[in-house]
Nanobody, 125 residues
């Protein structure tokens, strides 16, 4: 059974940091393409980062580049999203996503098959 379990969300003041985690199971993590997305009510899901496990290759949306960083513990099939210099506009539900195979790094939700339940990030000014 495929599972993506996010954790690490919370409330923080602008300028602060949070680290989200995504524990993956039920598929071949090292062969997958992983992504982080976020969504606020009434808006479409926005891709913020895309990553090839094991290879360190990543891509970031312009809105987060230089502030967010993906890392992993591939011994535990766990993905992290380090978020620094957080802004109120980063407030959203954050989702971990996976494509079971290697696809071009993508910020499009249609390229991902598996989704976690989400973790809320709230940044206050």
């Amino acid at each position: 059974q495929v599972q993506l379990v996010e954790s690490g969300g919370g409330s923080v003041q602008a300028g602060g940091s949070l680290t989200l985690s995504c524990a993956a199971s039920g598929f071949s993590y090292v062969r997958a393409t992983m992504g982080w997305f976020r969504q606020t009510p009434g808006k479409e899901r926005e891709g913020v980062a895309s990553f090839y496990p094991g290879g360190g290759v990543s891509a970031y949306a312009a809105s987060v580049k230089g502030r967010f960083t993906i890392s992993e513990d591939n011994t535990k099939n766990t993905l992290f999203l380090q978020m620094n210099s957080l802004k109120p506009e980063d407030t959203a539900m954050y989702y971990c996503a996976a494509s079971p195979g290697r696809v071009p790094l993508s910020f499009s939700s249609s390229d991902y098959t598996y989704w976690g339940q989400g973790t809320q990030v709230t940044v206050s000014s």
